[in-house]
């Protein structure tokens, strides 16, 4: 296996660390004659039997150059429930052999709501490796460090901070929840495009006293195990790793019921869904997490074997296997 990216992927460095090869590639537009080019001579060369695209731009440069090195199999994996447009414009789409979709939703809107054949879109879910993701400090120390006390009901949110998140409607949602419970944190990981305009709001709201934005980080299960409850307030979402990630370390999920997040969240099961867009019913959802304990730990027990079941690692690596031998073999 080999990695094309762009030099200054964290990506490109964390492949080198564990030893996959890595080829450098601009990638600046979807017409990079350069990449292209480079692409294909290096496909050619190497004898490459299957290019496998992952995004935007990537996808056009992988096809095209796959096309002229003429290597046998092209497969695009989706990892946005965003439709495809499948018209002359967007020729690229009709390129590959096969679609790999991460979720059964984006399935079903790849073969009913953008036209593609079912036979040509596969669903492989993202898997976890769980037998790593695991917490190697206790909650007391984790708390410690934030600086926030065992006490408080403490509410983890992790994901690039941009628009399509929604962090608006948690930080509004989170300002009724504390009419009702006072002792409320919220607990904001990552970094993103619009993280100082929601830090405003939170100022504007007069809540910036319970919520936390701790920008990057990498110590991801020692927050869930601090923290007594997932969120998920996007308005658009493929199968969220980090449902995934918390639902497997027994974390109770409160989660918006979009694109592939039902497939995680069985409502009332693994999980509560919410609508879209609706800061009060996300309040009441996390009310019951945190008036009801027992509730919650049923549900992330639950939600544990869920994962463990169906969204591992070794599940998605043996799908992912057996697709590309049916492939070459036919």
């Not at 493929?238 to 997040?261: E, F, W």
């Not at 800061?279 to 945190?290: H, T, W």
Request: hydrophobic letters at 45%.
């Amino acid at each position: 296996m080999v990695l094309a990216t762009r030099p200054q992927c964290q990506i490109a460095k964390r492949a080198e660390q564990i030893g996959v090869p890595v080829l450098l590639l601009p990638m600046r537009r979807t017409f990079d004659l350069a990449s292209i080019f480079a692409l294909a001579r290096y496909l050619r060369r190497e004898s490459i039997q299957v290019v496998n695209t992952h995004s935007g731009i990537d996808s056009w440069i992988g096809a095209i150059a796959a096309k002229f090195a003429r290597t046998p199999i092209l497969i695009r994996t989706r990892h946005l429930n965003i439709p495809l447009r499948r018209n002359w414009l967007n020729f690229v789409h009709y390129l590959p052999d096969q679609i790999v979709s991460c979720g059964m939703a984006m399935r079903t809107q790849l073969v009913e709501g953008c036209g593609f054949p079912l036979e040509h879109v596969t669903n492989i879910p993202t898997g976890i490796d769980f037998e790593k993701f695991k917490a190697n400090l206790s909650r007391e120390k984790v708390r410690h460090d934030l600086g926030i006390s065992e006490d408080k009901f403490l509410i983890l949110m992790v994901g690039i901070i941009r628009s399509v998140k929604r962090h608006v409607t948690a930080l509004e949602a989170h300002k009724l929840l504390l009419e009702q419970i006072p002792n409320a944190h919220l607990l904001v990981v990552g970094d993103g495009p619009i993280r100082d305009e929601m830090e405003n709001f939170g100022h504007e709201l007069g809540i910036s006293q319970s919520v936390t934005f701790t920008g990057y980080r990498e110590d991801i299960p020692e927050l869930m195990r601090a923290s007594d409850t997932f969120l998920l307030t996007s308005r658009s979402e493929g199968v969220p790793q980090a449902i995934t990630q918390a639902l497997g370390m027994g974390l109770a999920v409160v989660a918006t019921s979009v694109g592939g997040v039902p497939e995680l969240i069985l409502h009332e099961k693994t999980g509560i869904l919410v609508p879209v867009e609706n800061p009060e019913a996300i309040r009441d959802g996390l009310v019951r997490m945190a008036t009801n304990p027992a509730d919650a730990k049923r549900m992330g027990a639950e939600a544990k074997l869920h994962v463990l079941e169906q969204f591992s690692l070794r599940a998605m690596l043996d799908k992912t296997e057996t697709l590309l031998r049916d492939l070459i073999r036919s």
